[in-house]
Each structure stands twice: as structure tokens, then as C-alpha cells.
T-cell receptor
Framework: GAVVSQHPSRVICKSGTSVKIECRSLDFQATTMFWYRQFPKQSLMLMATSNEGSKATYEQGVEKDKFLINHASLTLSTLTVTSAHPEDSSFYIC?????????????FGPGTRLTVT | GEDVEQSLFLSVREGDSSVINCTYTDSSSTYLYWYKQEPGAGLQLLTYIFSNMDMKQDQRLTVLLNKKDKHLSLRIADTQTGDSAIYFCAENSGGYNKLIFGAGTRLAVHP
């Protein structure tokens, strides 16, 4: 139980284009989803928190117009990197938390590696 | 602000015990976590400890918490090659929404 998937697992795009990454909770309803970014050999940095049906809360320093987050249903959140640049290349990981059960536990997706050329 | 620190690298022999250490700054953290990340993959929750506990054991894993010193450790007994990975310590800060991660400790297990 508590499986989170991400799609795609890898994506290469050209500078200036937009890329959408999906995060799905497969066997539970995720009232809250989180998006993290991880640079090589570094830790995870929280980018934003989204609750189903409401606007995402972005961490300080994260451009909300560049990283668009949509949490339209209890099982799906999307992150769109708009007008991507090489410095946006990174490993993006989502996590999800359900409304019941252990509220302090986040279940992580396998990550999406974005390369902007 | 919140900060979590870990040593970056640990090398152990197969069959020995591994001890990964972590310090944190937010004394209001309710839960502290250990996650495992294998190459190119997401994070797997290994175990967690509530802040009013000082020890938790789960099969080969033992978590020790010294709340006074804000020190957390993860002991892996009988370390196997499959345990080679990066281990992240994390605290929940500002309520259970936000996890603050350490930089991760790379565990290398050699024969």
C-alpha cells in the first residue's frame, strides 16, 4: 500500500520549452502533496506544498510563475516547469500524505530527472 | 532556522554494524525520520521516532534519540551489500507539513 508514482521518470527538453511532471497516489487519497528538488549529491529541498483544490504554498525563493503546481484531484498533482533553462535541470521528487493513518508520514515517488539542453 | 546535519560518508565491512549520526536544531520537532535512497530512485521511509521516545528498534534497525543534545542515530546491524545507499535524516518542522532533510550519508558496504 501507499504507492506514489511519477511520470515521466526522465525527460530531456530544449531551453525555453515547458515540461509537465505528474505525481499520482495509486492506492490512497492524498490530501497533501509535496514537490522537492534534489541537486546531485545534495539533499532534498522542499519547493511547494499543495492541498487538493487549493493553491500551492511555495517555499521562499521558489518562483511560483515558473513552477506551476496543480493538485486537481485527491490522487494527482502536476508540476509544470515553464520556459525551462539549463539551471532547472535537476531531480524532482514528489511525496504525498493521506488524510488518514499516520499523518506524519510522507510517501515518496521515484523521482523525475529533468535535463534541459 | 532549521538545520539538519549529517556526516557525508561511511564505509563498513559486510556483517559489521553501521552507525549513522545526525544532529538537528529544531527542538519543537515532533517526529524524526530516517529515509533510504538508492541510486536514481526516490526515498523509502525506513523508520521514524516520536520525540518523546529515546529508542526504537525495528528488526536490524535501531534508532537512538538524545533530545537534550538534539542527536539522532541509526544503527544497522549485520550490514549487507544491499544496504549500500544514501541515508537521510529528517525532522518535521513547523507542524507535520514540512520535512527538513540532512545532506545524506552515503553508506558503502564492502566485503
Amino acid at each position: 500500500g501507499a504507492v506514489v508514482s511519477q511520470h515521466p521518470s526522465r525527460v530531456i527538453c530544449k531551453s525555453g520549452t515547458s515540461v509537465k511532471i505528474e505525481c499520482r497516489s495509486l492506492d490512497f487519497q492524498a490530501t497533501t502533496m509535496f514537490w522537492y528538488r534534489q541537486f546531485p549529491k545534495q539533499s532534498l529541498m522542499l519547493m511547494a506544498t499543495s492541498n487538493e483544490g487549493s493553491k500551492a504554498t511555495y517555499e521562499q525563493g521558489v518562483e511560483k510563475d515558473k513552477f506551476l503546481i496543480n493538485h486537481a484531484s485527491l490522487t494527482l498533482s502536476t508540476l509544470t516547469v515553464t520556459s525551462a533553462h539549463p539551471e532547472d535541470s535537476s531531480f524532482y521528487i514528489c511525496s504525498a500524505r493521506g488524510g488518514g493513518g499516520f499523518a506524519y508520514e510522507q510517501y515518496f515517488g521515484p523521482g523525475t530527472r529533468l535535463t534541459v539542453t | 532556522g532549521e538545520d539538519v546535519e549529517q556526516s557525508l560518508f561511511l564505509s563498513v565491512r559486510e556483517g559489521d554494524s553501521s552507525v549513522i549520526n545526525c544532529t538537528y536544531t529544531d527542538s519543537s520537532s515532533t517526529y524524526l525520520y530516517w529515509y533510504k535512497q538508492e541510486p536514481g530512485a526516490g526515498l523509502q521511509l525506513l523508520t521514524y521516532i516520536f520525540s518523546n521516545m529515546d529508542m526504537k528498534q525495528d528488526q536490524r534497525l535501531t534508532v537512538l534519540l538524545n533530545k537534550k543534545d538534539k542527536h539522532l542515530s541509526l544503527r544497522i546491524a549485520d550490514t549487507q551489500t544491499g544496504d549500500s545507499a544514501i541515508y537521510f535524516c529528517a525532522e518535521n518542522s513547523g507542524g507535520y507539513n514540512k520535512l527538513i532533510f540532512g545532506a545524506g550519508t552515503r553508506l558503502a558496504v564492502h566485503p
